[in-house]
């Protein structure tokens, strides 16, 4: 038996100077919780869970009330310990979406472990396949500016080898329509979606579907807040635009609705904020028994990005994989290796676990700076 020994979590912070502006806010820094967990015979794996802009919180919910209450149970008993954890701090008497985004970055660090202990890759444990998966070109990035710097930085991507983007709108309808439309008429054989952050408005339901038809849109993202169900059924009766949604949906319980009435057709839950890699598992099969793609949203490192590509191996429905391209992520860059995208495409380590080495003299590097990480 791998039982667990210790459990911490450190909130860290990496400083972003001209940081993307989006329908959030503008992004001031990268925030993540690194997981570290450590077992009695001293296999130690590492996850992340979502900043969910208080990283000192969500650190410390695993810190202070679901790290203690694993202790001694088997490492490998992912689905056991899930459940646990559901019906003690999610289900009731909970901090409800923090205690599910704490969960996620525990289950990584939990699959990190399995798969060090076996000596085989995550991808390889789920009955899944190397290869190359397609990646577009996300992330905190190609946000609200002039429409000449949009497409000149859409430009940069292409010569990266990106084929697929996704734009920031949720700006005002007037700019969004603007910056939708010239990026368009500038690359008209490029795939291109959009991402609203939430933040439009059901009465405009009529020229959000103008901008998706200008843009001929492979999807339009979160146009609508998750509680907003009538806001997805009556876009989706005015524009033939897919719909996209699932990054701030909390576990399959919570997209099950979404998943069920088919008003998306693209399904986006994060290892990193649904319930980790054992719960992201079920929400894609849900999806794939409605005959939905599975296009998860990535969190901000490589750590994220591994649970990521290590799922999307496994998914049939999987479709592509969000790579974030903003100019400084040291969460991406500096805390294992980087990954390689290349033509396009990104695959999964070879190395057990996760195939992350991750550096912890990084912890001491980037501590927590206060505050939200959209200003």
């Known amino acids: 038996m791998t039982k667990i020994k210790r459990i911490q979590a450190f909130p860290l912070s990496c400083p972003t100077p001209g940081g993307a502006v989006f329908a959030v806010g503008r992004s001031a820094k990268r925030d993540m919780v690194l997981v570290r967990i450590e077992t009695e015979v001293g296999i130690v794996g590492y996850g992340e869970a979502h900043h969910a802009q208080t990283p000192s919180t969500i650190a410390a919910f695993i810190n202070d009330a679901l ?3 694993l202790m001694g149970m088997d490492a490998h008993e992912t689905e056991a310990i899930w459940k646990k ?5 999610i289900a009731t008497h909970g901090p409800g979406a923090a205690a599910v985004i704490g969960l996620s970055g525990v289950d990584l660090a939990l699959w990190d472990i399995k798969g060090k202990d076996l000596g085989q890759p995550v991808w390889r444990l789920l009955g899944g396949k190397r290869r190359p998966i397609p990646a577009y070109a996300g992330g905190i990035s190609l946000g609200f500016q002039p429409p000449d710097e949009l497409k000149r930085e859409v430009e940069g991507f292409i010569k990266r080898g990106y084929s697929f983007m996704k734009l920031r709108v949720g700006d005002t309808l007037e700019r969004d329509l603007e910056r939708v439309t010239a990026v ?3 690359f008209p054989e490029l795939a291109l979606a959009a991402d609203a ?3 439009y408005r059901t009465a405009d339901v009529a020229r959000i579907a103008e901008i998706c038809e200008a843009g001929r849109l492979v999807w339009l993202e979160e146009p609508f807040t998750p509680d907003n169900l009538p806001g997805y059924r ?4 005015v524009t033939a635009t897919p719909l996209a949604a699932g990054e701030n949906h909390f576990t399959r319980h919570e997209l099950r609705q979404l998943i069920c009435e088919q ?3 693209f399904v986006q839950a994060d290892c990193c904020k649904t319930g980790g890699i054992t719960e992201i598992l079920k929400i894609a099969s849900l999806a794939d028994s409605w005959h939905l793609q599975f296009a998860p949203h990535t969190s901000a490192s490589v750590l994220s990005t591994a649970a990521s590509v290590h799922v999307l191996s496994v998914a049939p429905n999987a479709f592509i ?3 974030d391209v903003s100019a400084i992520n040291a969460f991406r860059d500096d805390l294992g290796t980087p990954f390689e995208i290349k033509d396009g495409t990104i695959i999964a380590p070879e190395g057990p676990g996760l195939g992350i080495e991750i550096d ?3 912890v001491a590097k980037y501590p927590f700076i206060p505050g939200a990480s959209y200003q």
């Open 85 to 89: 954890a559901y019906h003690h701090f």
């Open 360 to 362: 912890e003299s990084f």
């Open 234 to 237: 009556r876009l989706k009766e």
């Open 67 to 69: 790290g203690p209450s």
């Open 184 to 186: 368009r008429k500038a």
């Open 197 to 199: 952050g939430t933040r």
């Open 321 to 323: 994989y969000e790579a």
């Open 263 to 265: 008003v998306i057709q």
